[in-house]
Nanobody
């Protein structure tokens, strides 16, 4: 059973940086799709960044140029490097991984989330 465990959240001031990690256990898909989502209080969950096995990445417009998603195949770990953080980036961040194995995010399993708080 795939399990995702996020870490790296915390509190930072505006302009600061954080690096989120998501360790994926029992995740053995060579054609994979993984992503970071976030949900702020009172708002819907939104995709922040995604990556597929051929290396293609995608980002929400609000984070382009500030966030970078990557995946270490040897460690089976997903990362989200967040720079130039803004108060509006404050949210619970979730790691998600597709479990169909065709290289698209069609059926996701979720981690428990890690809180990111950015103060002005």
């Amino acid at each position: 059973q795939v399990q995702l465990v996020e870490s790296g959240g915390g509190s930072v001031q505006s302009g600061g940086s954080l690096r989120l990690s998501c360790a994926a256990s029992a995740y053995k898909y060579t054609s994979y799709c993984m992503a970071w989502f976030r949900q702020a209080p009172g708002k819907e969950r939104e995709m922040v960044a995604g990556i597929v096995s051929d290396g293609d990445t995608s980002y929400a417009d609000s984070v382009k140029g500030r966030f970078s998603i990557s995946h270490d195949n040897t460690k089976n770990t997903l990362y989200l490097q967040m720079n130039s953080l803004l108060p509006e980036d404050t949210a619970m961040y979730y790691c998600a991984a597709d479990v169909v194995g065709r290289g698209t995010c069609s059926r996701l399993v979720w981690g428990q989330g890690t809180q990111v708080t950015v103060s002005s």
